[in-house]
């Protein structure tokens, strides 16, 4: 138990490493032995518990997904359709945020890296797959318009709250600067809510 302790401990070392490093330089100009000693681990180390460098990045991806807001999303539900929205715009724009350097340079990479392109949009699937199962439940329950798709609502729930976060993080200022940023998330909840909430009675 202690031994799996350890070599669990090492694997973590080795994760936040890598994912230090790729928000540092990228993907593809990340070394494993760069990696290894950032990790404080020798390279016949990572490569014992990872192999190679693209199986290190799956394991970061996955790392990542786990912390990420789609996946803890369901730990602060309160049933009330409205403020579970918000709460979970929250969320997504806290998480692009605090995710973005790493994010950027892999994105970045990904272009000319078909293997890293692959594990990112796997990544993103699996997401946005956790997100549609979300809406999915809220339409069996009566509380999203039936006639919508639970894998569009996922998809456009992601590209309204994280775009707003992108295009601050990319150009240096929010693209509506003037505007509190709470005022403005208010206002994109609505607009989803409004959008998407079943009419109750009547």
Same mark, same amino acid.
């Given at each position: 138990?202690?031994?799996?302790?350890?070599?669990?401990?090492?694997?973590?070392?080795?994760?936040?490493?890598?994912?230090?490093?790729?928000?540092?330089?990228?993907?593809?100009?990340?070394?494993?032995?760069?990696?290894?000693?950032?990790?404080?681990?020798?390279?016949?180390?990572?490569?014992?518990?990872?192999?190679?460098?693209?199986?290190?990045?799956?394991?970061?991806?996955?790392?990542?997904?786990?912390?990420?807001?789609?996946?803890?999303?369901?730990?602060?539900?309160?049933?009330?359709?409205?403020?579970?929205?918000?709460?979970?715009?929250?969320?997504?724009?806290?998480?692009?945020?605090?995710?973005?350097?790493?994010?950027?340079?892999?994105?970045?990479?990904?272009?000319?890296?078909?293997?890293?392109?692959?594990?990112?949009?796997?990544?993103?699937?699996?997401?946005?797959?956790?997100?549609?199962?979300?809406?999915?439940?809220?339409?069996?329950?009566?509380?999203?318009?039936?006639?919508?798709?639970?894998?569009?609502?996922? =998809?456009?729930?992601?590209?309204?709250?994280?775009?707003?976060?992108?295009?601050?993080?990319?150009?240096?200022?929010?693209?509506?600067?003037?505007?509190?940023?709470?005022?403005?998330?208010?206002?994109?909840?609505?607009?989803?809510?409004?959008?998407?909430?079943? =009419?109750?009675?009547?």
């Amino acid at each position: 138990m202690t031994s799996d302790t350890g070599a669990d401990d090492t694997k973590q070392r080795i994760i936040e490493a890598a994912l230090r490093l790729f928000g540092e330089v990228g993907f593809t100009r990340a070394t494993t032995r760069a990696i290894a000693e950032k990790a404080g681990v020798n390279e016949v180390t990572l490569f014992r518990h990872f192999g190679n460098k693209k199986t290190l990045l799956l394991a970061c991806i996955r790392a990542g997904n786990q912390t990420s807001f789609s996946y803890i999303f369901r730990e602060h539900l309160s049933g009330d359709y409205a403020a579970d929205i918000r709460m979970m715009a929250r969320l997504q724009m806290e998480d692009t945020r605090r995710s973005f350097e790493v994010l950027r340079l892999l994105l970045c990479d990904a272009q000319a890296v078909p293997d890293l392109r692959e594990l990112l949009v796997l990544g993103a699937i699996d997401n946005r797959e956790r997100l549609a199962t979300y809406f999915a439940q809220q339409i069996e329950a009566g509380n999203v318009r039936g006639e919508l798709n639970p894998l569009v609502l996922a =998809h456009g729930f992601d590209s309204l709250f994280s775009s707003y976060v992108l295009f601050e993080q990319l150009m240096g200022s929010a693209p509506l600067e003037t505007l509190p940023d709470e005022l403005v998330m208010e206002s994109l909840v609505s607009v989803f809510i409004q959008g998407t909430q079943a =009419h109750q009675g009547g």
